[in-house]
């Protein structure tokens, strides 16, 4: 399984993914699902994936390419961040095409995000069929993969005038409640976090399998939990029966 | 859509349960999905519903009658706990067969607990296939229906020597987190806890869609999550990168 997000406020935007693959319970790999492109000064990406492998490794790979042969679009001529998401999407759709059988479509999911200069910076999911979604100011983030575990924490704390720091922390929560709850997702977990504005390459770290500083976030946002849930107040049973 | 959720602590036993129902995203009712039945002093059970609701009052039904007639099996006169749910399963089973077509199966799980005199106090899931499983000091939760968006909190609670009254306001969080993400879900929510050992009926509630408390309790973790989060240490950005 996986999990990724893409979160957009007002100071820029961060990503997060994990790096757990499987085909099967029985086959575990490890591959980072989030690169990043860009030039400095002029235009930068991440994309994030979801899905089967093969389709998303050959999308990126053809990625990469497009850019290396100066193909007619590629990441380094589109002129909108949507350009970008609606070629992510053609790339997709013609790999699953190319692989399809009757029995099986190969399907992935992609978040892609950035700025270009002279317009907006954005992030998109784009579905396996090739449209895709934005975000929006009523809804800030964006998931793909295992999204269910990791969206009440999004949920209480995330708005779009949340710092940039805020929602990267946010991200690692949102994370570690999928971990902790979906064995199929799993470390090496990769943060990137952009600044609105800067088109240089964003702030980036992998936190590996034994990282202490998550094995201490998770402690403590644990403690914290518990500590909250101590200082509820006692359930009313005086509440009106129906 | 359906969320319920039944614990097994060392103090007794916690139910929880919406009442939405849904025949497609246009056709939503209302439909308590929690039932007691009990001989004071005797035995005491609790069942909760998630699936095809004709299924499921069905099965409720002829567990009634099945009282009332004294069947040569039924719930005033099974021995232990997972008789009982065995029972439940094989009216479930039997009722999905009677109405299953060659294109759909009206599919639902139960979760089924309480205590008879001279056997163990316990909670079941009961699946479509009528098997079950029962909790266990490792895990001593089982969810049915929407189970992802309200299972952090109770992995993050939940032991076995946790407090009625905890597990309780745990139930009612997860409850939260679930009808929160999901609209599908929602109030009214009942919540129905028993004593291990007492063998009388247990604490009742039900919280309608505009319960003061609910509100209360709602906004009261909202502030606390969101008071932990904004005390938690900022991103350590000096992790070794890969």
């Known amino acids: 399984m996986t999990y990724c997000a893409a979160i957009n406020v007002a100071e820029g935007l961060v990503f997060i993914s994990d790096s757990r693959t499987n085909a099967g319970i029985d086959n575990i790999s490890t591959y980072s699902k989030m690169k990043a492109f860009g030039v400095p000064g002029e235009r930068q990406f991440v994309i994030c994936c979801a899905g089967n492998l093969a389709t998303t490794q050959a999308v990126l790979a053809q990625v990469e390419r497009d ?56 992030a998109f999911m784009v579905y396996p069929e090739g449209n895709f979604i934005s975000t929006a100011k009523q809804n800030p983030f964006l998931q793909i993969g295992e999204t269910k575990y990791g969206k009440p924490i999004m949920d ?87």
Chains 1, 2 share one sequence.
């Open 67 to 122: 850019i290396e042969e100066q193909a007619e679009v590629n990441l380094f001529n589109v002129k909108r961040m949507a350009d970008a998401a609606s070629y992510i999407g053609s790339l997709s759709l013609a790999e699953q095409n190319r692989s399809a059988t009757p029995d099986a479509v190969f399907s992935a999911t992609f978040l892609v995000g950035g700025e270009i200069a002279g317009a907006r910076c954005r």
């Open 156 to 242: 209480r704390i995330l708005t779009e005038n949340t710092s940039l720091d805020d929602a990267a922390l946010c991200a690692l929560l949102s994370m570690d409640a999928t971990t902790r709850s979906n064995l199929s997702v799993g470390p090496p977990i990769e943060l990137y976090v952009y600044h609105r504005g800067s088109l240089q390459v964003g702030k980036y770290i992998c936190f590996v399998e034994d990282s202490e500083y998550l094995r201490q976030l998770r402690s403590s946002w644990n403690e914290s939990v518990r500590e909250a849930f101590a200082r509820l107040p006692n359930i009313s049973w005086t509440e009106t029966n129906q």
